[in-house]
C-alpha cells in the first residue's frame, strides 16, 4: 500500500474495498454495501461510486496501461487507483483532498486525457450510458401529482411513444438534461437523463419516489399479482421489489416478504414502513425453512435468489470461477425448486437474477421445472409484453428456454437482468382443486353426520326420564334372562344331584337297617334271660316290622321309579327301655332343595346317628300319605302293646 502522511478519505476506501470483493469474489455491490460496519455512511453515495467505477472499469485499464501507473507507482494500491480515476474522469471531476494516492492520480490527469482523446473509440460507454429510472412510490404519491412536482422544477415531460419499444429507445437515449418520460411498460416508473441527481430531491427523501432500474421493476410488473391476492419474495432485502408488489396490488392482500440475515432484515423492515407498504407482513427467516402447509394461501411469487451479478458489473465479471459458479447454480434450483413444490395455491412464480451467464438462468429453469414433482410451465415473455422486447434466452435449451428474458446493458439501457415466467399447468391446478372441492364434500358430510349424533346426544341428554325407562327395561330384561337362566341350570343340577342322592340314600338305609337288625337281635337276647314273655312280645313284633319294612322298600322303589323328584327313607328306632317304640319317619325332596344334604349324606355315611339327623332336617313339615300310613301302623302297634301289658298284668294278679 502506498505510504502518506494525509490518509486518503474514507469513503474512497471503502468503495474501493467493495470493488475488489465484487471483482475478485463476485457477489452484488448492494449486498455488500449492507453491512453493519457501513451504517454511517451515505450508502446512496456509495453506490453511485462503485457503480461508476465499474462501469469504466475496462476503459480505466487501458489508460493505466498506456501512461504506465501501474509500473511506475508499485506501492498504488490499483483498487482505489480505480475508484479516484473514476471521480476525477466521470464522477465529480475533482480530487481536492492532499493525500498522496490522490495527488499522484492527478498528476496523470493530461496523460488520461490525452489517451481519450487519441482513442474516442473507447468512449462509446459514454455515449450509451444507462439513464436515470425513478419508480414513483404510489402508496404516497400518485403518477400524475409526480409529474406536476417536477414540473413545477422546471423539468420537462416528454409523453412516451406510441410506436414500437425501438422507437421507445431511441426516445431515452435523446433525452436532455431537464427531460424525463414515463416508461414504455412500467407506467410507475419515470425515464430521465443519465447524469440527473435525484439522491437530495426532496421526493426522494420523504420515500415518495424509489431510485429503482426498470430491469428489476419488470420482474414486478410480468408477476402481475391483482389487488386483494396473496404473494410471496423470497429474497426480499433491500426491498425494492416488496414495496413495488404493496404498491401495485394498492396495499390490498397479504404480502410475506422473507429475509434471512438479520442486517438486511432489519434495513427491509425499515424501508417497508418507511414507504407506507401496510400490507407486507415481514419474516426473518431462511426461505427454505418454509414448509408446505405455513403458507399454502400463496398465490404469486418473487424470487430473486443470490447470483454471480454479473449483469450489474457489465464487463468486470467477464469469467467466474467454475467452482464458485456451480455453487450458485445449486442454490438457485434448490430455492427455485421449493417455490415450484412448497406452496401448494401458487399460481405463478417469476425468477430473476441479476446474471448474464445462462448456467444461473436458463438452464437452472429447465433443470427444475423437467424434474419437478408438480406440472409447471415456461410462459413466453415475448407474449406477455406484446411482442415488445428484443432479448430473450438461449435455444440452446430448447423451447423454454428461448421463452425466457434477458434485459441487456448495451441495448435495453437498463442493468444486465433475467427473468423468467412459470405458471402452473392448468391440469394439474384444476386436479388439485377438484381434490379440494372433493375434501370439502367429505369434510361437510362428516360435519353433518356429527351433527346429527350431537343432536341425539342433545336429546337423549334432554329427556333423561325416557332414557332412563328404556335403560331399566332393557335390564330388566337382562336380568330376567339371566335367572331363568340359572334356574334352569339350578333345576338340571338338582335333578342330577336328586338322583345320584336317591341311590346313595337307598345304599345306605339297607347298610342302616342291617346293622339295626342286628344291634336289636343282641337286645332281644339280653332281655330273653330276664323275661321270656317281653322277648315274646318283642319277637312277635319284631317279625311283624320287617315284613312292612319290605313292603315300604317296596313302596318306595315304586315311588322312586314314578317320580325321581321324590325320595322316600325309612328307619326304624326300638328305645332301650323295651316299650318296643318305633319311630318311623320319612322324607320328600323337593326341586329347589340345597346341595349340601348330599354332601352330609357322603361325609356321615358311617355314623350311627345319620339317620336321626337326616329325619330330623328332612321333616319338618312334611307328611305325605306313606307317612299316615306308618302313624296308623304304629297305633296298631300300641294297641297290642297295651293289650299284652294288660294280659301280664291279669296273670300276675
Known sequence: MFEHSVKVPRHYKVAANIFKKVSTEGGSVKTLLYDDKLRHFRTNVLYAL?????????????????????????????????????????GKKALPGKSKPEQTIRSYLEKFEKYTADHPEDSKTEAIRRPRYVRINTNLLTTSDAIRAFQDEEYRFVRCTSGSYNDYLEQIKG?????????????????????TKLHEHELYLENKIILQDKATALAVHVLAPPPGSIALDMCAAPGMKTTQLAAYMRNEGKIYAVEQNEQRYKTLCDFVEKTGSKCVETINKDALALRRGDYDDVEYILLDPSCSGSGMELCVHNYIEPARLAKLTSLQEKFLKHAMNAFPNAKRIVYSTCSLFPEENERVVTNVVKTSRTKWRVQDV????????????????????????????????????FLAVLDRDQKDFERKANKEKESKVNNEDENEATEEVNKKKHKQIKKPDETNEDNDEIASNKVKKKKKKTRENNENDVQNNDNNESEITYTENEDVTKKKKKRKHERHENDEQNNESEIAVNAESNENVPKKKKKRKSDSDKNYDQNNDTVINESEMINNDGNGDVLKKKKKKHKNQDVRDSEIMMNTEDSDDIPKKKEKHKHKNEINEDSLENRDIGEKVKEKKKKKKKDKDLQEA
Open 50 to 90: 462503485i457503480t461508476e467505477t465499474i462501469k469504466h472499469a475496462a476503459d480505466i485499464d487501458k489508460m493505466f496501461e498506456s501512461s504506465g501507473l501501474i509500473t511506475n507507482e508499485p506501492r498504488l494500491d490499483p483498487w482505489l487507483a480505480k475508484v479516484l480515476t473514476t471521480e476525477l474522469l466521470f
Open 175 to 195: 433525452l436532455g438534461e431537464y427531460d424525463f418520460t414515463q416508461d414504455y411498460h412500467v407506467k410507475t416508473v419515470f425515464v430521465f437523463s443519465s447524469g
Open 382 to 417: 415475448k407474449e406477455l409484453l406484446k411482442g415488445q422486447w428484443n432479448n430473450f434466452g438461449s435455444a440452446m435449451y430448447g423451447s423454454m428456454g428461448a421463452r425466457c428474458l434477458y434485459a441487456k446493458p448495451d441495448t435495453d439501457y437498463t442493468t444486465g437482468f
